[in-house]
């Protein structure tokens, strides 16, 4: 009789769980404004995943099994290959977004809305705004 096969181990993810769970995806092609946000945020104990491009965003966190679970998106409007807008059209509507752009036009703040995005921040923003915008949404 053939031995039963090995369990996985305790601490193996199931099959259909995501590669990686964070709270914040921050969807940001500008170096220097990413790097600031993932500090700022890493600080203040939140778990980062910086995107920088519009593409790699989607790549991650649309579909359905997303390569990525994130609580709350971060979302620039200007992103190089795939707008902000687009990249919000493409993710699942349960999904928390924040749009972080310096489209503060009541008629670009009210589209993303329309689209499903909870809030927004301005740009120039600053780093208690951002973190403000965040905890607002996690609740934390």
């Known amino acids: 009789v053939p031995a039963p096969p090995a369990a996985p181990p305790a601490d193996a993810a199931p099959p259909d769980a995501p ?3 964070v709270d914040v995806a921050l969807v940001e092609d500008d170096e220097l404004l990413g790097e600031l946000a993932q500090t700022a945020l890493t600080a203040r104990g939140y778990s980062v995943r910086w995107i920088a491009d519009g593409d790699e965003a989607v790549r991650l966190l649309a579909g359905e099994r997303p390569a990525l679970r994130a609580a709350l998106v971060l979302l620039d409007w ?3 290959s795939r707008s902000g807008i687009e990249v ?3 993710l699942p509507d349960d999904l928390r977004v924040v749009m ?3 489209h503060g036009e009541a008629e670009a703040v ?5 689209l499903g995005a909870r809030a927004h921040v301005a740009k120039p923003w600053t780093v208690s705004g ?10 934390r």
């Open 130 to 139: 951002l973190a403000a915008a965040v905890r607002e949404q996690l609740g």
């Open 19 to 21: 590669a990686d769970a």
């Open 110 to 114: 009210a589209q993303a809305r329309e």
């Open 88 to 90: 919000l059209r493409a």
């Open 78 to 80: 200007e992103l190089p």
């Open 100 to 102: 972080v752009t310096g």
